[in-house]
């Protein structure tokens, strides 16, 4: 993990709720979670099918609104900002990696990013050399050019994470990012994201069912119907003072659900 001299907050939730209603029908999908992420953490978020992982995805990003609680970004409480800003609060400081890469079709992987980087808003044009770095940190240099549908599934979700990492966002936010990739791919997205999440140092927040995948982070917090069951440091994470790190998760080696 990337240690930074602003020991604040890059994420904090705080006591938040999401019930969803359909006429007389309630589901509480998330209910009182409160934790906070020190920039340049790795967290994983696991719990097994409607234990409120995605919703929880969704509140951390601002692709939803909270029932009730907070979810601040780097100082800044959502529930604050109207819908425009949000979205520019989103843009500017979240890249999204999702399960299912989401990549637009009709264009080339460069093409995808490039898109990215110009709807983010930001001031100066892209930097080329760092997307040169970016293509070789997830090894896809030789395949920007081609469309996703002329990609493996790795290649796509390497894409998918060129795209969301290449306006340096301050948080990857990833939600089941090797859902749809076999072992082999799996195995080399997760470890791209590691050593992105190390060398580029930015915070990263990874939702799975996979207590293996989970494994790779710095913290695993684990999520029972809407609520954190339990918060735990891996041998991965640098510890703060006063807290060393506990004991590693057992990890099931033939890469069990929960
Ligand atoms: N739009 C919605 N309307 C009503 N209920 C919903 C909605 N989205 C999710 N839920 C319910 O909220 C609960 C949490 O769902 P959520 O998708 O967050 O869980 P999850 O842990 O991500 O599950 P999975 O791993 O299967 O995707 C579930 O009971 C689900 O049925």
Known sequence: MVQ??????IIQAENLT???RSGKIEVQAVRGVSFAVPRGEF?????????GKSTLFYLLGGLTRASSGRVVIDGVDFATLDDAARTRLRRQRIGFVFQRFNLLPTLSAMGNVEIAYDISGQKEPMDRAYLDHLS??????????????ELSGGEQQ?????????????IILADEPTGNLDTKNSDAVLSMLRRSNKELGQTTLMIT?????????????QVRDGMILS?????FASAPAGHPPAVPPSVAGDGASI
Do not use: F
Request: proline residues 6%; glycine residues 4%; hydrophobic residues 45%.
């Open 158 to 170: 390497r894409v998918a994470i060129a795209r969301a990492l290449i306006t340096r966002p301050a």
């Open 231 to 235: 918060d735990t440091r891996t041998r």
């Open 43 to 51: 967290v994983a978020i696991v719990g097994p099918s409607g234990s």
């Open 209 to 221: 069912h996979n207590m293996e995948a989970a494994a790779i982070a710095d913290r695993i917090l």
């Open 18 to 20: 999401k019930v969803y």
């Open 4 to 9: 930074t001299a602003d020991s604040s907050p």
């Open 136 to 149: 070789d940190l997830l090894s896809i240099q030789g395949r920007l050019v081609h469309r996703p549908n």
